[in-house]
């Protein structure tokens, strides 16, 4: 017997927890609420005995023993906006057919709530640690880390620690991140009067309205060129114009192939049947320079490595009104390419279309060695439950584990092909395999805390 099987004792304790946790709306921006769900671990940390600090609500962490290396556990409680299209209260855990729903089930409320239950499994057995062992939360994951980086700037960064913020096997490659904004001093489209999709950079919206003063000849020749775009449109006609609403997938801006982008598929349909001068820069420069296509191929900067695969680029926000215009975009790019140099074709592109270039988040990409220490404890902590070894991937998504200077890498807490539909409507976690990650987190943690 594994210790991490320990874990399955506290299994309707945990599943109680959670829905208290996932029932506190912690959308991440809406900074009081993500300091309630922080201040919910505390207490809770608290209340199995363990010691706890945190830094102005934003990160803390709960911990076990001293001396030795200092060892964590990674997790956020801050979770991305609901969206639309649900089948359940996004914000109360419900549980059918193997599965628990709620938004932060899988990203990331679920593992951090495990990780919190491991360091009382650890306890309550009496266990000799040899190491001192956090389990860190954050609240501002989703929105550019700066919890973490508050967090680091009065404690130190451990010696060796995971993040179960992504999927299985081992993530020991996370692609460059580079978050823009793009603005216009003003909007300078003429037909269209409006634009709005999205909520977060790093999301592909799934829904997007345009309002536009056009005359009933160019209505007509939109909606027959809709049926032959890729997209859902819907036409209403207003007292401020003709609106086009937009429908689509949502996904994660690191695997933007997995959903349909409103806002992109909207402007295709637009570009089609008016000039892009009567749009607006913003819409040209997303028209011309982006597209349906996900690769960057229409920018020039599509590229790819062996170690961590292609780059990626997606449209996150577009936000035109009378006076203004902008949209966001995600770039995911490869571990052995250069930022700067992505971003510099960026500036010139968007100078064609007198847009400004605002850098809204810019993280290095991380990279590990396969026979690195912390690779070897994890691959065999990961054995011991499964019965396998597990893969060694890379991804483009963006975790704390970039932070971690080398000694830590995401790990868990979903595992390969599941269905869990992060960022996107109806999250998900299969329950038997959720308690497979919680004795593999169990067990990867008291080899950490007991490890020589």
């Known amino acids: 017997m594994s210790f991490g099987e320990k874990i399955l004792e506290y299994k309707a304790d945990i599943i109680s927890d959670l829905s208290e946790l996932i029932a506190i709306k912690s959308v991440s921006g809406f900074q009081d609420d993500c300091t309630q769900a922080l201040d919910w671990m505390m207490k809770k940390a608290e209340s199995f005995g363990l010691t706890t600090k945190s830094y102005d609500g934003l990160a803390g962490h709960a911990e076990l023993g001293s001396g030795g290396k200092l060892c964590g556990v990674l997790s956020h409680v801050d979770v991305v906006p609901e969206g639309n299209n649900w089948n359940s209260l996004p914000f109360e855990l419900s549980v059918g057919d193997g599965y628990m ?10 593992a951090a709530l495990i990780s919190l239950y491991c360091l009382k499994a650890l306890k309550d057995a009496g266990i000799e640690g040899k190491n001192t062992l956090r389990t860190i939360f954050g609240t501002c994951e989703e929105t550019g880390m700066h919890d973490i980086d508050l967090y680091f700037e009065n404690e130190p960064v451990p010696d060796m620690s995971f993040t179960p913020d992504n999927r299985y096997g081992i993530c020991r490659c996370e692609k460059g991140i580079l978050q823009l904004e793009l603005y216009a001093d003003t909007h300078d489209g003429t037909t269209l009067t409006q634009l709005h999709s999205g909520k977060a950079v790093n999301a592909v919206p799934d829904t997007a309205y345009a309002l536009l003063d056009c005359s009933e000849t160019e209505d007509h020749q939109l909606l027959r060129l809709a049926d032959a775009k890729k997209g859902n449109f819907e036409f209403y006609y207003t007292i401020d114009g003709m609106m086009v609403l937009s429908r689509g997938k949502a996904a994660h801006a690191s695997d933007p192939q997995e959903g349909l982008n409103a806002a992109v598929a909207l402007v295709d349909l637009l570009t089609s049947n008016f000039s892009l001068p009567s749009l607006g820069s ?22 790819r490595d062996a170690e961590s695969g292609p780059l990626s680029i997606s449209v996150g926000t577009v936000h035109i009104d009378e006076g203004y215009a902008t949209c966001t975009v995600d770039i995911r790019y490869p571990v052995t390419m250069q930022g700067e140099n992505i971003l510099n074709v960026v500036k010139k592109a968007a100078s064609n279309e007198n847009l400004h270039v605002k850098v809204l988040k810019h993280s290095l990409p991380l990279y590990l060695k396969e026979d690195s220490e912390l690779i070897k404890l994890l691959s065999d902590s990961y054995e011991a439950i499964i019965g396998e070894k597990p893969d060694m991937y890379s991804s483009g998504g963006g975790t704390y584990a970039r932070v971690l200077e080398g000694k830590g890498v995401a790990f868990g807490p979903v595992f390969k092909d599941e269905v869990s539909n992060i960022h996107n409507a109806n999250e998900c976690i299969n329950v038997e395999k959720f308690f497979q990650h919680a004795q593999i987190c169990l067990e990867a943690m008291y080899r950490m805390y007991t490890a020589e």
């Open 282 to 303: 913003v819409c040209s420069f997303i028209e011309s320079c982006i597209g349906l296509d996900n690769t960057g191929i229409k920018m020039g900067i599509k590229t």
């Open 101 to 110: 729903y709620g938004r932060g089930v899988a990203d990331d409320k679920g």
